[in-house]
């Protein structure tokens, strides 16, 4: 599970990046569950669905797909407190607590079970929730475990992704000066091995993803 201090990390990432992205973004009320319903989408495209032709599961892309949900549930949790940190922190942290107990969801009447649900129908249930306004940790942590993927993976990578968004952004990516191809290789690439060669556990962990990222990129 996540520390209080990694929770809290986050939080304050994606507050720090939804301002960067738009300085009004609490008062503009993104329709952030909106985005978690097209990503969940988009998981499902990497994981196959089509009985008519041979489709093998892409497990990196379907675990960075959680990424960018989660960019999103955070953003969520962010919005409904108004963009502050506290009351989210402690929201996040009880939701945690309770992953282990709720098994079970209810849409319209029917009663869903995770133990029934295979990877694709846990991702469709996660879409028709997101579509109600619905944010389901435990329905997010099982989604996790069938992507093998546990928290401190997920903190790592999400970290690593956030840093780098910022970095981006921090270098032209929005007026189009941005590389993002370095020396013959994706950033994202960089980024991969900068986050598993440092301590995820670190304090300074973002500081330092941020620093070899700078070090990296082509002057």
């Known amino acids: 599970m996540l520390s209080k201090d990694q929770a809290l990390t986050m939080l304050s990432l994606q507050a720090r990046m939804n301002a960067k992205v738009d300085p009004d973004w609490v008062q503009a009320r993104y329709p952030y569950l909106r985005a978690v319903a097209i990503e969940g989408a988009e998981a499902i495209e990497h994981h196959g ?3 008519w032709k041979k489709q093998d599961k892409d497990l990196p892309q379907l675990q960075m797909e959680l990424i960018d949900i989660w960019h999103f549930i955070l953003s969520e949790i962010l919005l409904r407190n108004e963009g502050d940190e506290e009351e989210p922190l402690a929201a996040l ?3 945690m607590q309770e992953i282990s107990t709720q ?3 209810e849409v319209d009447g029917e009663s869903y079970q995770l133990a029934d649900l295979d990877l694709l129908r846990k991702l469709e249930l996660m879409i028709a ?5 619905r944010i ?24 690593g992704k ?3 968004n910022m970095f981006r952004q921090d270098n032209g990516y929005k007026s189009g000066s941005y590389l993002k191809e370095w020396h013959g290789r994706e950033d994202n690439e960089y980024l991969v091995e900068i986050i598993h060669r440092l301590d995820a556990d670190a304090a300074d962990f973002e500081e330092r993803v941020y620093a070899e990222l700078a070090e990296a990129y082509p002057s």
Do not use: G, H
Request: proline letters at 2%; glycine letters at 0%; hydrophobic letters at 55%.
């Open 49 to 51: 669905w089509k009985w």
């Open 93 to 95: 942290l009880t939701a």
């Open 103 to 105: 098994t079970e969801f």
């Open 129 to 133: 929730l997101s579509v109600l306004r």
């Open 136 to 159: 389901e940790l435990p329905l997010f942590a099982s989604i996790m475990a069938d992507c093998e993927m546990d928290w401190m993976e997920l903190y790592r990578q999400y970290v």
């Open 162 to 164: 956030n840093v780098l």
